[in-house]
Nanobody, 121 residues
């Protein structure tokens, strides 16, 4: 079992920055690829970014590439998402997840509680 507890998020103006954190506990952090997904009102949950479990390779959705950075701190067992140059269309509930390292939410077994990011224009 892995427990994921998110923090960060909030309200920011367009062009601003936020950092999301996802603290893990339970089974070894290093055993899992980690990812961020998001869900806007009335829309399906979508992939944002992932980081692999061994070599920390990263992969991003085209919509956030060049603006968002995913990273992990193994000593702190924490996952991060640095979001820069935020746009109103980034407004959503953001979720961290632990699993097998694809862009499909079906491949992730453990999920954080979600945190709201709202970007005003």
């Amino acid at each position: 079992q892995v427990q994921l507890v998110q923090s960060g998020g909030g309200l920011v103006q367009a062009g601003g920055s936020l950092r999301l954190s996802c603290a893990t506990s339970g089974r070894s952090f290093a055993n899992y690829a980690m990812a961020w997904f998001r869900q806007a009102p009335g829309k399906e949950r979508e992939f944002v970014a992932l980081i692999s479990k061994v070599v920390d390779a990263t992969y991003y959705a085209d919509s956030v590439k060049g603006r968002f950075t995913i990273s992990r701190d193994s000593a702190k067992k924490t996952l991060y998402l640095q979001m820069n140059n935020l746009k109103p269309e980034d407004t959503a509930a953001y979720y961290c997840a632990a699993g097998r390292g694809t862009d499909s939410q079906r491949e992730y077994d453990y999920w954080g509680q979600g945190t709201q990011v709202t970007v005003s224009s």
